[in-house]
């Protein structure tokens, strides 16, 4: 009797930019594996960045709120995956939630990276992986964890993501054609640009005859970013508060470029295959997020910046540096 595909869970319970940054690990088990069923366990708010990659077989989203179990939401999830009857779980985010759902999802073998106090953690995962020894940065972490199952990494390291097509004439509406988006805000205050610098760089851009759009998140203090600098450059486009994540991917996909501190949106973007430049401080996300990509793609404070708080980690970085490397990437014509 012929043996059945494997079938694979990929677990992570992280933020939004995490998980992003998982697409070239799920491409290693499913290069290894071509055969098996790839199944991939995330917040229900995170499903919609891997609903449109089409070598992954199911998207599994588990209702999150912050600092609550929500066991009545969750566990209609958990006992439809332990139907599924998994040979392998890897939980990507090494944290007490995505050990537990390894263990509750019944896979045989489950692979996961522990704490070195966390005895919760080395019980539910049955090969384990010191997080001591894995890389910082996300992508490499991710990989070397997947080496304790002998999977060798794939032949691109690049993130891959796909917008929804349904969603395509809804984003022209949206985003004119030839326009570099440029993303104010991000989760924390001291990784956004300050706006007299986005101010001095739409300035440039117009002036070398790039078209910009400007976009924030949703919430109440990324969207003030947005109009405090339609006060300070009135004749700026902005996009508006976009619906849902799946029409945020859409337009993105539209973008011909995009500028923008270390966030979400930054690395979907990649992932979409718009070019981008990144703008990084020295902060702990540089090690973690600007190795994915190339030099010219990353633009670093040169500066000493602070060690915390809310005072800005990029503010150092000229507009004139950005608008160069804007300039010097191959870009689609406008």
Not at 93 to 110: K, T
Request: one cysteine or more; hydrophobic letters at 45%.
């Amino acid at each position: 009797m012929s043996q059945l595909p494997e079938k694979l869970l990929a677990i992570q319970f992280k933020y939004l930019g995490d998980a992003v940054f998982l697409t070239p690990a799920l491409r290693a088990l499913k290069a290894h594996q071509p055969a098996a069923e790839l199944h991939v366990l995330v917040a229900a708010e995170i499903a919609p960045v891997f609903a449109h990659l089409p070598w992954i077989t199911k998207v599994w989203g588990l209702p999150r709120t912050r600092g609550k179990a929500r066991l009545r939401d969750s566990w209609p999830v958990i006992r439809a995956l332990r139907r599924e009857a998994f040979d392998r779980s890897v939980d990507f985010g090494g944290n007490d939630r995505g050990a537990i759902l390894s263990f509750l999802s019944g896979a045989r073998q489950r692979l996961g990276a522990a704490d070195k106090n966390s005895f919760l953690q080395k019980t539910c995962y049955s090969t384990v992986v010191s997080k001591e020894t894995l890389p910082p940065p996300y992508v490499q972490n991710h990989l070397k964890l997947l080496a304790a199952w002998q999977i060798p990494p794939p032949q691109s390291l690049a993130l891959e993501l796909a917008a929804d097509p349904a969603l395509a004439v809804a984003a022209e509406a949206l985003l004119p054609a030839g326009r570099v988006v440029c993303h104010l805000g991000t989760s924390e205050a001291r990784k956004e640009w300050p706006l007299t610098r986005w101010q001095e760089f739409y300035r440039l851009a117009r002036a070398a005859g790039f078209s910009l759009a400007f976009s924030s998140g949703p919430g109440e203090r990324e969207q003030a970013l947005v109009t405090g600098l339609k006060k300070l450059e009135p004749d700026i486009f902005a996009l508006p508060p976009l619906p849902s994540l799946p029409t945020f991917l859409a337009v993105l996909q539209r973008a011909r470029a995009m500028v923008s501190g270390d966030t979400a949106p930054l690395h979907m973007a990649a992932g979409l295959g718009v070019p981008v430049i990144g703008l990084f401080g020295a902060s702990d996300s540089l090690w973690r997020a600007a190795p994915n990509y190339p030099d010219h793609q990353v633009v670093k404070n040169s500066e000493a910046t602070p060690a915390g708080g809310s005072e800005s980690c990029l503010a150092g970085i000229p507009a004139a540096r950005v608008l160069a490397a804007l300039t010097a990437l191959t870009l689609p014509p406008p």
